[in-house]
């Protein structure tokens, strides 16, 4: 099913209106960079859209037909569909990373009150749009694309974390591979607890999931300090 066509679209992600229903654009004033990136915004949007049905929704003909543009347009902006993949990704990854980094810093220094503060806008940003969970914890895991691109960066945003609340000589006198363990194996616990929480496998409140989260974390780096 091709969600700009769809009767009933995928909550949280925006509707794409079918090619010939809507009115053509002013585009009267307009430079030819200005109409390339409304035409990549089109993009991004139908790519998210499908994308949230399952990546393998997403081909170069569904998302030029569900953003309403020539086949042509596709290739002004994006090289391929793996790269409209990357560039759908990287868009929520900026804004979920935003909370986030905005959360810490507004947090006490303790590592348990800034995972705390972390995990609580994820699981609010997850709530607000169910579909951001299907694209950035389903899909990322099902799609070698996105698994491969996506692979490093929830566990930076781990040791962001970490490194922000342990004193800096406690970390150094940690070896790195046990930091990168620790690291690893936090990070797929939360993508995990997230992943079945939000297809609504675990029946609790964000409260409840990010206390469990923290519990885990915690525990984590006190084995880790105590190594």
Same mark, same amino acid.
């Given at each position: ?10 909550? /949280? ?13 002013? *585009? ?11 035409? =990549? =915004? ?46 759908? *990704? ?10 986030? &980094? ?16 972390? @995990?609580?806008?994820?699981?609010? *940003? ?5 579909? =951001? ?41 940690? =070896? ?20 079945? *929480? ?6 609790? /409140? ?8 923290? &519990? ?7 084995? @880790? @300090?105590?190594?």
């Amino acid at each position: 099913m091709i969600v700009g066509y769809a009767r009933h679209p995928v909550k /949280g992600v925006p509707a794409i209106s079918k090619p010939g229903t809507t009115a053509p654009e002013p *585009w009267r004033g307009t430079t030819a960079d200005e109409r390339a990136d409304h035409r =990549r =915004r089109q993009l991004l949007d139908a790519g998210l859209s499908l994308l949230a049905e399952g990546a393998a929704a997403v081909s170069v003909r569904a998302v030029t037909r569900v953003a309403g543009l020539s086949p042509r347009f596709f290739y002004e902006s994006f090289e391929d569909r793996e790269a409209l993949l990357i560039a759908v *990704w990287d868009e929520q990854y900026a804004e979920v990373s935003a909370l986030v &980094e905005h959360a810490i810093a507004g947090a006490s220094e303790e590592f348990d009150s800034r995972m705390r503060a972390a @995990l609580s806008v994820v699981a609010r *940003w997850f709530e607000e749009q169910p579909s =951001r969970a299907v694209v950035m914890l389903r899909e990322t895991l099902a799609d070698p694309v996105l698994r491969r691109h996506a692979r490093r960066r929830l566990p930076e945003l781990v040791l962001g974390a970490m490194a922000a609340s342990v004193p800096a000589q406690a970390m150094q006198s940690i =070896r790195d591979v046990d930091v990168q363990i620790a690291v690893a194996a936090l990070s797929g616990a939360i993508v995990n607890l997230f992943l079945e *929480w939000t297809a609504g496998h675990l029946p609790v /409140g964000a409260e409840h999931i990010v206390e469990s989260i923290v &519990e885990v974390a915690s525990a984590a780096l006190a084995r @880790l @300090l105590d190594s």
